[in-house]
């Protein structure tokens, strides 16, 4: 046989070999959702939140396993956009803004007791003997502001201290499509706050709320370019179909993207996810837990997700939509293993050229949704209940005027937060 061919035979074998384990591959399909708000994994457990539910499956039998709780208002039952997050060693917790509740199971999926709170709590985890929490408080003062606080607790869900607080415009009157929000994850005993504000920052407090260090890199700063606009607007339109018209006019882009976006901590490891997207991959700046000093941060590109994934054990796993709509697979990828989402680009560091955004035509175009919306009218009764809702928490932080401005769009959602408003406070 001729040299040349066992030469070409044998480069296509190691490419192969190399390329095959970059490849992000389908886990198993996901059945019992239909619309997921995020995904946690412990140990071969996968939790899955939906808009109304929670699921657990079985990441090493790859099949559905049970239905965690249930919706209502009884015991061991919870509203629409539940948050779930581990509690260590044998323990989930499920978070109901909406009922103001906060229920502990087994990671088996067995009711073990829940807990009532007043405050408008967002996201919580524990720490130490308590826990740390997001609470939001909406049109204090003259100017109308909000605020997003970060704030302790005891084990009676009572308020110790303030950590952080970010302060933000009322959203019915500028939508900041980039918030410079702030994003806290619990590890090894000890709080990680994001400060995106002051660049790629993270300070550390301990479980009475001192500040330990900080961790600090090098950033350049981003711009917002007019194409990376039409993207995410185009994104938007598509996500918040219901309440674009209320939007559309009061959308806010400032004029560099903020540092991070969110973050999980894995391998005593920082994976923050950030607002940069290219070729169908969403940049991850990954740096050390310690304070910046001895360490580098570098740049990874992983597949697109919409904020549907998780970190665990070097493993990326993430929540892929596809044909017919409402259908979902667990998809995973080595997380050393991927590439950069352009031939030529590296695997840069963070504080070197190279930040262009790309805009693919393919994406600006799946984002588009078929037609334009139309305006529904604000009836008298639903001008006068307008405010009464100002206290309803959402999920994350802003989605509080989504489902605020939509509620305006559906008398028949707004009744029903009413009766909640009622459930809560009669």
């Known amino acids: 046989m001729n040299r040349s061919i066992v030469y070409f035979f044998f480069v296509l074998v190691i490419f192969l070999i190399v390329r095959i384990p970059c490849t992000a591959e389908k886990f198993f399909t996901i059945d019992h959702i239909s619309k997921p708000t995020d995904i946690l994994v412990i140990d071969n457990r996968l939790y899955i939140t939906d808009q109304k539910s929670v699921q657990m499956y079985s990441l090493k039998e790859k099949k559905w396993i049970c239905q965690v709780g249930k919706p209502g208002l009884g015991t ?12 260590p060693p044998d323990k989930i917790l499920i978070l109901s803004p909406m009922s103001k509740k906060l229920l502990t199971f087994t990671l088996d999926g067995e009711f073990i007791s829940e807990k009532r709170f007043r405050m408008n709590i967002n996201t919580i985890e524990p720490l130490g003997p308590g826990y740390v929490a997001s609470t939001l408080a909406y049109f204090k003062g003259a100017e109308k502001k909000c605020f997003d606080s970060t704030i302790l607790l005891n084990a009676d869900l009572k308020k110790i201290k303030e950590i952080d607080f970010y302060e933000f415009p009322n959203p019915l009157k500028e939508y900041h499509v980039l918030p410079f929000s702030p994003w806290y994850k619990v590890y090894d005993g000890k709080l990680f706050l994001s400060k995106p504000r002051e660049g790629f920052v993270f300070d550390v407090f301990g479980i009475n709320g001192e500040r330990i260090y900080r961790i600090k890199h090098k950033y350049n700063e981003v711009p917002v370019t007019e194409e990376s606009k039409s993207l995410k607007l185009a994104q938007l339109r598509s996500q918040k179909r219901e309440i674009w018209d209320n939007i559309k006019d009061i959308i806010y882009f400032p004029d560099y993207f903020p540092s991070v976006r969110d973050f999980v901590i894995s391998g005593d490891k920082i994976y923050a996810r950030t607002w940069i997207e290219k070729k169908n991959k969403i940049q991850f700046l990954v740096t050390a837990l310690d304070d910046g000093k001895g360490s580098e941060t570098r740049s990874k590109w992983l597949p697109y997700s919409g904020g549907l994934y998780a970190i665990e054990n070097g493993w990326y796993y993430y929540l892929k939509e596809t044909e017919p709509q409402d259908t979902w697979e667990l998809h995973t990828v080595p997380v050393e ?10 695997d840069e560091r963070i504080g070197e050229e190279n930040n262009e955004i790309h805009i693919d035509s393919t994406e600006e175009k799946r984002g588009c949704p078929p037609g334009e919306m139309k305006k529904q009218p604000l009836t008298i009764i639903e001008n006068v209940l307008k405010g009464l809702f100002f206290f309803y928490p959402g999920d994350f932080g802003f989605q509080f005027i989504d489902r605020f401005l939509l509620g305006f769009n559906h008398p028949g959602l707004l009744l029903e937060r009413f009766l909640l408003f009622l459930y809560n406070f009669g």
Request: hydrophobic share 25%; no cysteine; net charge negative.
């Open 76 to 87: 061991g039952e919870y509203l629409e956009n539940p948050y779930v997050v581990f509690q």
């Open 337 to 346: 293993k991927v590439e950069p989402p352009e031939t030529g680009i590296p």
